[in-house]
């Protein structure tokens, strides 16, 4: 029991952590529940703009799963058709293992985090891709 306390604390203050220099973002949606958050964060600009809402609009609750799949959405739009075969399969391996990483875990927090978890993974490789189409290629 010790030890969940414990996890749960690390795993909080992990979430609440913010770089030296860095304002804690605040969350933008100030009127409405979690259904505007969802909208905000469809209707943000970028993948990396999606994850800075999700991350200050966060209950730490089962409620993040909803929005933590729409950041997914968001994100997957970027890099989803550009995958082979094997790195969908990847791509989506990295995904289960997030929403099953505390499976034998019972409360909302511990959704909270495998949700965070899977927009993190669909966030790096939106950002991957970017990259990768940010480099200039050579002149034929």
């Not at 990396?48 to 609750?61: G, H, L």
């Not at 966030?123 to 050579?138: E, L």
Request: aromatic letters at 8%; a positive charge.
């Amino acid at each position: 029991m010790l030890v969940r306390v414990f996890l749960a604390f690390q795993a909080i203050m992990l979430l609440m952590s913010v770089a030296p220099g860095d304002e804690p973002k605040q969350c933008l949606v100030t009127e409405g529940g979690l259904d505007d958050i969802e909208v905000a964060i469809e209707k943000a600009a970028s993948c990396e703009k999606s994850m800075e809402t999700f991350q200050a609009c966060a209950f730490a609750a089962s409620g993040d799963v909803q929005l933590g799949e729409a950041v997914i959405r968001k994100c997957e739009s970027d890099f989803l058709n550009k995958l082979s075969g094997s790195e969908e399969r990847t791509y989506h391996q990295k995904l289960k293992r997030c929403w099953q990483k505390y499976r034998r875990e019972s409360g909302s927090l511990y959704r909270s985090f495998e949700a965070m978890c899977a927009a993190g993974v669909a966030q790096a490789y939106s950002r991957r891709f970017s990259k990768a189409g940010d480099r200039k290629r050579p002149d034929k």
